[in-house]
C-alpha cells in the first residue's frame, strides 16, 4: 500500500475550531483553556495530548435530568491537538453559534465548546406530541456545536422567506430558539395505519434562524421527563 492511496483519508490541517472529516466524524482542533464536552465514548482517536474527565461535575446536576440509562451521557476534553469524535457511524453537521441559542434533541449531541451555556428545558408547546412534554438541551452564546443525524440532514434556513417551515417533530434535531413554533394537525388519524409516524401532527417554524432535520422518524430516542 502506498502513501498515495492513503493521502485522500489523512487529516487536513485545521480550518476551523470544529470541522467534518467526511461527512461522519468531527474533527476538532484542542487548545489549552478551550475545553469541549462531548458524548461519551464517542473519541475515535486524537492527536497530541488530550485528557478525558467522565462525568465532571458541571455535567451531573444536569445529567440528573435526563432519561439515560447510562449514567451522565458528557465527558469533558481538554488539553491540545486534534481529537476526532464519532457516534456509531452517525452524519455529522457543526455549526458556529455567533450569540445565538439553539434547542437540541440530547441525543444528538455530540460535542460543544465547554464555554458555551446550556442546560436542561421543557420544551414548551409539544404536549401533543410528547405526552408530559419534550426535554431538549438548551446551548447558547458563542462558540461551536456538533450534531449527529441517523442520515445526511437538512439545514433549513427559516428566514428566506415569509412561507412556515413545517417538520414532523420525530425527525427534529434542533432549531434556533427565536424561531416562533405551534403545532399543526393536517391528517386523519386513519391515514396514519400502516405507518404510524407522527404526521398528523407537525411543527410549523416562522422567523430568523434555522431548522436542522434528519432522514428518519424515529422518536424512540427523544429524552422525556422522569417518572
Known amino acids: 500500500m502506498t502513501q498515495q492511496q492513503l493521502s485522500g483519508y489523512a487529516p487536513t490541517p485545521p480550518a476551523a475550531r470544529m470541522e467534518n472529516?467526511?461527512?461522519?466524524?468531527?474533527?476538532?482542533?484542542?487548545?489549552?483553556?478551550?475545553?469541549?464536552?462531548?458524548?461519551?465514548?464517542?473519541?475515535?482517536?486524537?492527536?497530541?495530548?488530550?485528557?478525558?474527565?467522565?462525568?465532571?461535575?458541571?455535567?451531573?446536576?444536569?445529567?440528573?435530568?435526563?432519561?439515560?440509562?447510562?449514567?451522565?451521557?458528557?465527558?469533558?476534553?481538554s488539553g491540545d491537538g486534534l481529537l476526532f469524535l464519532a457516534d456509531y457511524g452517525a452524519d455529522v453537521v457543526c455549526?458556529?453559534?455567533?450569540?445565538?441559542?439553539?434547542?437540541?434533541?440530547?441525543?444528538?449531541?455530540?460535542?460543544?465548546?465547554?464555554?458555551?451555556?446550556?442546560?436542561?428545558?421543557?420544551?414548551?408547546?409539544?404536549?401533543?406530541?410528547?405526552?408530559?412534554?419534550?426535554?431538549?438541551?438548551g446551548i447558547s452564546g458563542t462558540g461551536w456545536v456538533a450534531l449527529t443525524s441517523r442520515g445526511t440532514p437538512i439545514v433549513v434556513d427559516c428566514g428566506r422567506g415569509e412561507d412556515e417551515t413545517f417538520v414532523d417533530p420525530d425527525a427534529l434535531v434542533a432549531w434556533s430558539t427565536n424561531l416562533k413554533m405551534k403545532g399543526r394537525s393536517s391528517f386523519k388519524a386513519s391515514s396514519l395505519i400502516g405507518r404510524g409516524s407522527g404526521e398528523a401532527y407537525q411543527l410549523a417554524f416562522s422567523g430568523q434562524g434555522f431548522v436542522v432535520v434528519q432522514p428518519s422518524e424515529d422518536s424512540t430516542d427523544r429524552l422525556r421527563a422522569r417518572g
Not at 475545553?35 to 467522565?54: L, N
Not at 435530568?65 to 469533558?76: R, V
Open 21 to 77: 472529516h467526511g461527512s461522519r466524524m468531527v474533527k476538532i482542533a484542542m487548545q489549552t483553556g478551550q475545553d469541549v464536552f462531548a458524548r461519551t465514548g464517542s473519541m475515535v482517536a486524537y492527536e497530541g495530548f488530550v485528557q478525558y474527565e467522565p462525568n465532571p461535575p458541571a455535567v451531573r446536576q444536569m445529567a440528573s435530568q435526563w432519561l439515560t440509562g447510562e449514567g451522565a451521557p458528557l465527558m469533558k476534553c
Open 95 to 137: 455549526i458556529n453559534l455567533n450569540d445565538e441559542a439553539l434547542s437540541v434533541n440530547g441525543t444528538n449531541i455530540l460535542a460543544f465548546d465547554a464555554h458555551l451555556q446550556w442546560g436542561v428545558q421543557r420544551v414548551k408547546g409539544m404536549a401533543k406530541f410528547a405526552g408530559q412534554g419534550l426535554f431538549n438541551v
